[in-house]
């Protein structure tokens, strides 16, 4: 079965610099959720978008922008990269709306790091 | 006030025996759903297992069940016949709330996780 799509996996970044994170949800599934993970840290949610708009948000930096695309995939930019933005950055999707919502499927993860 | 807890950081269980990790969790909300997920070392979070605050049975997937105690609110999950391929982190985590609207609420919180490692 189709699974979520994320990349990079891996990405290498100075500080200052800028990135793009890429998220292809499960075919059908129209809401995309963005995480955070620091080391030896819990999942912090940064963002979610249902059907193409934001839908709910929580710790994200204003240095840090999403959206989602028609095709539903979404993008997650970050911008003047602090060596504290190094994580694993999880994007995760679901069948929202009323017909759904039961499970959220986490992909495989970006990890960035930032020197 | 923490929406997720999970008392024990770390446990240890034999090969073949039956565990159960804990979780407690902290809702006004009278919709939420429960959910498991393994982290293997690896990094991947794999979903286990999921409970609907008006699911009437306890859920179970395989080896997974989720002992569901709503008026203590607690969710353990239970893992039976441990094999050596479940050690990992587990992180037990809550999703408040519903579609609403036209809008779809789903983020999850995640609780601190346990370690769990598996012992031949």
């Known amino acids: 079965a189709a699974g979520v799509i994320q990349s990079p996996r891996h990405l290498i970044k100075e500080k200052r610099e800028t990135a793009t994170l890429k998220c292809y949800p499960i075919?059908?599934?129209?809401?995309v959720y963005w995480y955070q993970q620091g080391p030896g840290q819990d999942p912090q949610f940064l963002i979610s978008?249902?059907?193409?708009?934001?839908?709910d948000k929580g710790s994200i930096p204003d240095r840090f922008s999403a959206q989602q695309f028609s095709d539903y995939h979404s993008e997650l930019n970050m911008s003047s990269l602090e060596l504290g933005d190094s994580a694993l950055y999880f994007c995760?999707?679901?069948?929202?709306?009323?017909?759904?919502?039961?499970?959220?499927?986490f992909g495989p993860g970006t990890r960035l790091t930032v020197l | 006030a923490q929406k997720i807890t999970q008392t024990q950081p770390g446990m240890f269980v034999q090969e073949k025996e039956a565990v159960t990790l804990d979780c407690t969790y902290d809702?006004?909300?009278?919709?939420?759903?429960l959910f498991w997920y393994k982290q293997p070392s690896s990094g991947e979070m794999i979903f286990l297992i999921y409970q609907g605050s008006y699911d009437q049975q306890n859920a179970t997937e395989g080896r997974y069940s989720l002992n569901f105690q709503k008026a203590r609110k607690s969710a353990n999950l239970v893992i039976s016949a441990s094999q050596l391929g479940d050690s990992a982190m587990y992180f037990c985590?809550?999703?408040?709330?519903?579609?609403?609207?036209?809008?779809?609420?789903?983020?999850?919180?995640f609780g601190q996780g346990t370690i769990l490692t598996v012992h031949p």
């Open positions: 995760a999707s679901s069948l929202g709306g009323a017909s759904g919502g039961n499970e959220q499927f």
């Open positions: 809702t006004s909300d009278p919709s939420y759903g």
């Open positions: 985590a809550m999703r408040e709330g519903s579609y609403a609207g036209g809008t779809s609420y789903g983020k999850l919180t």
């Open positions: 978008f249902y059907e193409k708009m934001q839908s």
């Open positions: 075919p059908r599934h129209d809401t």
